[in-house]
């Protein structure tokens, strides 16, 4: 592998384009009916792209969700709730029927983008929900002084009847029985207890939002298999996530991807219609696809800083890196980016990913090029006069914002092919002095609104989400 090839270890995601099980009609259709199943078949599909089992985001959020006393643990805590509502010590909604808003992450721009929607359906009197996970936990104080109504899972537990945990039960072994049906191969190759603690979890989720709510609509930006069995498909609005690289399959069939069930025809919110063909060969035929923007974009459209911090370069580091051979490729590109730097004193700033801690730099004594002060995403972009990224997001945040950015990934965003971008650089560990100084000298002006719409995004979202037609 060439050091031009490492970043596509890196950030490329393996898809599923070949002939599979995993894939298959039959696995589609058990899939539809067994929507809790979903769970599981996401970890034979990870393990069948890259070739071995790498945990769940889960695990860090649930305790002992790898351990084989898990089912005997959730049980147990099952039951104290239970008993705690029945006492009168706590209680949880019931036949609600309003917008669940799944607020999974805390990252600001899925977390600006629900709130944003969720405030205009009740300023025009609609109930809303925020169904808040461990990791965005912590802002769930701010949210209800905005005048949200918050709930947790765990709150929500204690309204599981005694035949609903025994339905979650059911569901898990049935789920888990016609997964080995249908992939003998691949639930051979991981680990039996992992996909039934996580199956059996989300059956619990699932009885969950069944005894709370009655076919409510949800938004969400990971339409996971409990959020598919408690309400009609067409009354669940998946967000789009991510820029979406790689091609489109040669041979026609289905690719996948994770976060986007391929065997569901629920609506989705998209940035735009240049990514409607990546939608297109990942989901269902009958999917409904809407090219509303997102609403993050149309916030940063107007974002203006008094930051007076200003720098040459931002690195926005990556996580991920999924190969030995594309971890020596980024530490050689990170390496020979700061030579450059200070050859022409440029002041040099590394952005880390929200799941980084910047140990990787501290241990190679680049701690002083890392951020510390933790700014936004949008305070770094616009304070930079070049930025580089390895293919993610940022790419459609810098051009909003106006900063021209140089990527290393060999291939194009749905946004590039539809034109060519100005602020936009392709750059390599051999051509950084040169693509960073084009860059620097670039005054086109990036109209991005001409493929890219910001312009009353949240509007338009809670016009469809609000129709009834969808």
Request: glycine share 6%; net charge negative.
């Amino acid at each position: 592998m060439s050091d031009e090839d490492g970043i596509d270890a890196i950030m490329e995601w393996p898809t599923l384009s070949e002939e599979t099980e995993l894939l298959s009609d039959e696995m589609a259709g058990f899939l539809r009916s067994n929507p809790v199943a979903y769970a599981g078949h996401r970890i034979l599909a990870n393990v069948a792209q890259v070739g071995h089992y790498e945990g769940t985001t889960e695990q860090s959020e649930v305790p002992f969700l790898d351990r084989w006393f898990f089912i005997i643990a959730l049980s147990g805590y099952w039951l104290l709730r239970r008993l705690l509502q029945l006492l009168g010590f706590s209680t949880t909604p019931s036949a609600f029927d309003g917008h669940i808003l799944v607020m999974h992450s805390d990252r600001h721009d899925k977390r600006y983008t629900l709130t944003a929607v969720g405030e205009q359906l009740m300023d025009q009197g609609t109930d809303v929900l925020l169904l808040c996970s461990p990791e965005a936990e912590s802002y769930r104080g701010k949210w209800e002084q905005r005048g949200f109504a918050t709930a947790s899972f765990v709150e929500l537990l204690g309204g599981i009847s005694l035949n609903g945990w025994l339905s979650a039960i059911r569901a898990a072994i049935r789920s888990v029985r016609g997964l080995e049906e249908q992939a003998p191969e691949e639930f051979a190759a991981v680990p039996g207890l992992s996909v039934f603690n996580l199956v059996f979890l989300e059956a619990v989720k699932t009885q969950t939002l069944l005894q709370a709510t009655d076919r409510p609509t949800i938004h969400t930006y990971a339409p996971m298999g409990y959020v598919l069995a408690v309400t009609e498909f067409d009354q669940i609005f998946g967000y789009q996530h991510g820029i979406m690289y790689g091609q489109e399959s040669d041979t026609g069939n289905q690719e996948y991807r994770r976060g986007y069930p391929f065997f569901a025809p629920i609506n989705y919110l998209t940035w735009g219609e240049p990514w409607h063909d990546k939608f297109r060969y990942s989901t269902p035929p009958d999917t409904q696809l809407h090219p509303t923007g997102s609403p993050w974009h149309e916030f940063l459209s107007r974002y203006e800083t008094n930051n007076d911090e200003e720098y040459d370069i931002l690195f926005l580091s990556s996580t991920g890196r999924q190969t030995a051979e594309g971890e020596r490729a980024f530490e050689k590109f990170v390496r020979e980016l700061i030579n450059v730097c200070e050859r022409h004193d440029w002041r040099l700033r590394i952005k880390l990913h929200p799941k980084e801690t910047g140990d990787w730099y501290a241990d190679r004594n680049w701690s002083e090029y890392v951020l510390s002060s933790n700014p936004t995403i949008q305070e770094s972009l616009i304070n930079a006069n070049v930025a580089i990224t390895t293919g993610s997001s940022t790419l459609i945040e810098s051009l909003i914002l106006g900063t021209p950015i140089c990527k290393w990934f060999d291939q194009q965003s749905p946004l590039e092919r539809e034109r060519d971008l100005d602020f936009v650089f392709d750059i390599t560990p051999e051509m950084i002095d040169m693509t960073i100084q084009n860059a620097m000298e670039t005054t086109a002006d990036s109209d991005t609104a001409s493929v890219l719409n910001y312009q009353g995004v949240t509007n338009e979202i809670v016009d469809i989400v609000t129709s009834g037609d969808c």
